[in-house]
C-alpha cells in the first residue's frame, strides 16, 4: 500500500495551484432588486403592490452564524426601487408587539427593531444606518469609518449640522425625505398584553437614493446591473408580562433581567455580534430591465414590477477578500506588539484566511508612523485597503484612477 499512497501524494495539486482566489466560501448572500413602476402604499402591508410579486430574502439568522441559535422568530425582507427611493419592506413574526420609543433620532435598538446597513459603493465608508421600531419611530446615521476603526456616528441625535436624511433636519433639503410605516398584526396589539395572541409586524422604508449615496463615489440613479453592499439586523428583546398593578393600570411588558442581552438576527451572518463590518455584508444588485413585467393586476394596482434576475457575480471580491485578510491580519499584530509589520510571512499567519496574504496576486505593503497601505491585483481588479479599513477596488483597464486621491 506504501507506494500507491506515495504516488497519490506526490501527484496531488501542490497547495499554491489549488488556493481559490475567487473567495468562493466566503462569498455573501445576494439579493436582486427590481425596479417598481408603483411605489408602495407605505403602510406597513405586505400584501398590498409591489411586495406580492417580489421575492422574499432568505429567513435570518443568529448573527454568529452558529445554527443552533435559530431565531425563534421568522424575519425576512424584500426590496424594489425607482427613481428616487430604495424601498424596503420588513416582515417580522412577533408573539409580544411592544415599542417604546415615540421619537425620531433616538437609540431606537433599545427597543425590538428592524435596522438596515448600506454601504452603496463598497468602501467600509460613509456608510448609512437605519433602524425603525414598530411606532415607525426612526434613527438614521452615517458612520465615517466602523467604530471599531475610530469611526463615530454622525446624526441629529449627536451633532449639528449632521446628517440625516428626515424631514425636519434633512441635510439637503432637495433629498426626498426617509419615511417609515409599521403595521402591527393585529392592528390594536402594540404594548397590549392582553391582545393575545399577536402575529407580529411589517415595516415600509422608503430611503432616498440621493441621501444614502452622500459623501460616497456611489451614484444618486443608479443604473441596472450596479451593486451596492447590505446588510439587514433585528435587534430582540426578551420580555415579560407584568401583572395588572394595584392602581388600576393594566398589563404591560418589561424587559426580563435574566437576559440582560438583546438577540440579534441577521440577513447574512456576521461570525461575530457586530454588524460594523461592512466587508461582510451581503451584495445586492439593482435588476436588469425585462420587458416582461410581473405583478399587474396584485392587489387590484397598476403595479409594475420588473422581473428579478439573477445576480450576477461581483467580480471584485477575490481582490477585496485579499485586501480584507491583510487588514483583519495587521489588526491582529497590532493587538499584540502595537505597531503594524510589512511582512507578508507573518501577516498570513494571522490573517483569517491562511494563504490569502501568499497565494493570489502580490500584496505590496507600506508602513507609515500612523498606519500602513496594501495594495494588489487579484482577477482582473486591484484595489487598496489602509489601518482603518478604506477599501477602494477598480477594475484594471478603467482608467478612473480613484485610487490615488
Ligand atoms: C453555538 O451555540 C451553542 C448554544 O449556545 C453553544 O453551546 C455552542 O458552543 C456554540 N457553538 C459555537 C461554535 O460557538
Ligand atoms: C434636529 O436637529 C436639532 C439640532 O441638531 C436637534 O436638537 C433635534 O433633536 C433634531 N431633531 C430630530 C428629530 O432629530
Ligand atoms: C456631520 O455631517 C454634516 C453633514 O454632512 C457635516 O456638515 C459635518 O461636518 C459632520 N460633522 C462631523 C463631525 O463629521
Ligand atoms: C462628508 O465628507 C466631508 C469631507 O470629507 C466630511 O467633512 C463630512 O463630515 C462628511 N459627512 C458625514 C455625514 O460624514
Ligand atoms: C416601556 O416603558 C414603560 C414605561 O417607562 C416601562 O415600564 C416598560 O418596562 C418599558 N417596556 C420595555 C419592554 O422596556
Ligand atoms: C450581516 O451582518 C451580520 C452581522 O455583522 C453578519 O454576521 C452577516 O454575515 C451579514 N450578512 C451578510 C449577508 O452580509
Not at 433602524?131 to 441629529?156: F, I, K, R
Request: proline fraction near 9%; aromatic fraction near 12%; hydrophobic fraction near 30%.
Amino acid at each position: 500500500m506504501l507506494p500507491l499512497i506515495l504516488l497519490i501524494f506526490l501527484t496531488s495539486p501542490s497547495p499554491a495551484r489549488s488556493f481559490d482566489c475567487t473567495f468562493a466560501s466566503t462569498y455573501p448572500l445576494t439579493y436582486s432588486i427590481p425596479y417598481t413602476s408603483f411605489p408602495p402604499s407605505l403602510t406597513g402591508d405586505p400584501s398590498l403592490p409591489p411586495w406580492p410579486s417580489v421575492p422574499p430574502s432568505s429567513p435570518f439568522v443568529d448573527i454568529t452564524g452558529n445554527e443552533t441559535l435559530e431565531p425563534r422568530l421568522g424575519t425576512n425582507f424584500k426590496m424594489a426601487y425607482d427613481e428616487d427611493y430604495l424601498y424596503v419592506l420588513g416582515v417580522l413574526e412577533e408573539t409580544e408587539v411592544w415599542a417604546n420609543i415615540t421619537e425620531d433620532n433616538q437609540v431606537i435598538f433599545q427597543d425590538n427593531d428592524f435596522e438596515v446597513f448600506i454601504d452603496p459603493s463598497g468602501t467600509n465608508t460613509y456608510y448609512k444606518e437605519i433602524e425603525v421600531n414598530a411606532l415607525s419611530s426612526l434613527w438614521n446615521l452615517c458612520l465615517n469609518v466602523p467604530y471599531s476603526d475610530g469611526g463615530y456616528e454622525n446624526s441629529s441625535r449627536v451633532m449639528s449640522p449632521s446628517f440625516d436624511m428626515l424631514q425636519d433636519n434633512k441635510t439637503d433639503k432637495h433629498w426626498p425625505t426617509l419615511k417609515a410605516s409599521s403595521k402591527t398584526y393585529p392592528s390594536t396589539c402594540i404594548n397590549d398584553p392582553t391582545t393575545v395572541p399577536n402575529k407580529g409586524w411589517g415595516v415600509e422604508l422608503a430611503l432616498p437614493i440621493s441621501g444614502i449615496v452622500y459623501n460616497t463615489t456611489s451614484s444618486p440613479s443608479p443604473k441596472p446591473g450596479d451593486f451596492w453592499r447590505i446588510n439587514f439586523s433585528r435587534v430582540e428583546w426578551r420580555v415579560l408580562t407584568s401583572p395588572p398593578d394595584s392602581n388600576g393600570g393594566g398589563e404591560y411588558y418589561y424587559k426580563d433581567p435574566s437576559y440582560p442581552n438583546e438577540d440579534n438576527w441577521v440577513w447574512s451572518p456576521m461570525g461575530v455580534v457586530d454588524m460594523h463590518e461592512p466587508d461582510k455584508w451581503g451584495i445586492v444588485q439593482f435588476a436588469h430591465p425585462q420587458s416582461e413585467a410581473t405583478g399587474g393586476t396584485e392587489g387590484g394596482g397598476e403595479g409594475k414590477v420588473t422581473k428579478v434576475t439573477p445576480v450576477s457575480r461581483y467580480g471584485s471580491w477575490g481582490c477585496r477578500e485579499v485586501l480584507m485578510n491583510v487588514y483583519y491580519a495587521q489588526k491582529s499584530f497590532y493587538a499584540s506588539s502595537a505597531k503594524y509589520t510589512s511582512d507578508l510571512r507573518i501577516l498570513d499567519s494571522l490573517a483569517p484566511v491562511e494563504g490569502a496574504c501568499l497565494k493570489c496576486g502580490k500584496v505590496e505593503i507600506e508602513v507609515y508612523d500612523e498606519g500602513w497601505r496594501a495594495r494588489t491585483e487579484v482577477g482582473g481588479w486591484r484595489g487598496t485597503v489602509n489601518q482603518v479599513r478604506k477599501l477602494v477596488v477598480e477594475e484594471v483597464g478603467d482608467e478612473e484612477g480613484e485610487l490615488d486621491e
